[in-house]
Nanobody
Framework: QVQLVESGGGLVQAGGSLRLSCAAS?????MGWFRQAPGKEREFVAA????????YYADSVKGRFTISRDNAKSMVYLQMNSLKPEDTAVYYC???????????????????WGQGTQVTVSS
């Protein structure tokens, strides 16, 4: 059982920045950030592989968000810059187990989830 704990959410004005953190009890193959706005499906934001640190982003956040990891601390981060009101959502980190040759962007690819952290961007 992998335990994930997110932190770092909050209220920020449009154009501002926030950094989310996800503490993992152990490292799996890859980690992902997802978000869910009210009334919407949970959507993929970014993913990273523990080994090598390669990353993948949704088009909606590419160039604004950066996912990174600290292997020694088993931490994954999401640096969010140039935030927009449409980025408002609950952000979740997920752990995907097992080797994959493709990037896991579907919820079903992730076995473990954190409790989520609210990000609110005001206009």
């Amino acid at each position: 059982q992998v335990q994930l704990v997110e932190s770092g959410g909050g209220l920020v004005q449009a154009g501002g920045s926030l950094r989310l953190s996800c503490a993992a009890s152990e490292r799996t193959f890859s980690m992902g950030w997802f978000r869910q706005a009210p009334g919407k499906e949970r959507e993929f934001v970014a993913a990273i592989r523990w080994s090598g640190g390669t990353t993948y982003y949704a088009d909606s956040v590419k160039g604004r968000f950066t996912i990174s990891r600290d292997n020694a601390k088993s931490m994954v981060y999401l640096q969010m810059n140039s935030l927009k009101p449409e980025d408002t959502a609950v952000y979740y980190c997920g752990a995907s187990i097992g080797y994959r040759t493709y990037w896991p962007i579907g919820q079903a690819e992730y076995r473990y989830w954190g409790q989520g952290t609210q990000v609110t961007v005001s206009s």
